[in-house]
């Protein structure tokens, strides 16, 4: 079974500080995301990778980056956090349109 | 106007009830997907679908490309069946993977 891990389920972080959000994927999958979820909006894309050091910009990406050194490892980062992104951040790999996510990630930004 | 449409968005069902969910696009797809969302976040893939119909338990997808249109079926209902029930679809052409905003279904005992 693939098996996707992310770093942390719940997190609480300030107002201005750099958050890491982490992702790891066991199946040797080239494309990974990163998504957040929000009632009412469903799942937005924020990033994905096709390929190590590869990114493309989701549907929103302001506030966000991503690193991707690593085939297994995908990082989503907060460069300065800030109270609208409270959200469930969610991780999935893919392979032949088959996504696998991670258990989600809750952060809350005071 | 979203790409991806669901109906209901909220469905509160007896245990034992016939429960459908459906789903309506607007793009051209290469797959479909139902997802399945327990409270606490994570999300497991019950079907994916390119044509005609799956069945897996007492869960059943249907596909119709013609109309665009799909629906997931839940028979003989459990409260364990409790969860939001998401449409996803691969988009045709682009590299893009579009969410529906989810069913919240509620069986209760």
């Known amino acids: 079974d693939v098996k996707v891990t992310q770093s942390s389920r719940y997190l609480v972080k300030r107002t201005g500080e750099k958050v890491f959000l982490e992702c790891v994927q066991d199946?040797?999958?080239?494309?990974m995301f990163w998504y957040r979820q929000d009632p009412g909006l469903g799942l937005r894309l924020i990033y994905f990778s096709y390929d190590v050091k590869m990114k493309e910009k989701g549907d929103i990406p302001e506030g966000y980056s991503v690193s991707r050194e690593k085939k297994e490892r995908f990082s989503l980062i907060l460069e300065s956090a800030s109270t609208n992104q409270t959200s469930m951040y969610l991780c999935?790999?893919?392979?032949?349109?088959?996504?696998?996510f991670g258990p989600g990630t809750r952060l809350t930004v005071l | 106007k979203n790409e991806v449409e669901q109906s209901p968005q909220n469905l509160t069902a007896q245990e034992g009830e016939f429960i459908t969910i459906n789903c309506s696009y607007s793009v051209g797809i290469s797959a479909l997907h139902w997802l399945q969302q327990h409270p606490g976040g994570g999300i497991v893939s019950l079907f994916m679908l390119s044509s005609g119909k799956k069945k897996h338990g007492r869960l059943i997808a249907t596909i119709n490309i013609q109309e665009k249109h799909s629906s997931l079926h839940i028979t003989a209902s459990h409260p364990r069946d409790s969860a939001v029930y998401i449409c996803a679809v691969w988009t045709s052409g682009t590299y893009k993977y579009i969410f529906g905003t989810g069913t919240r279904l509620k069986v209760l005992a």
């Open positions: 999935a790999s893919e392979q032949g349109y088959e996504q696998f």
């Open positions: 199946m040797d999958h080239e494309n």
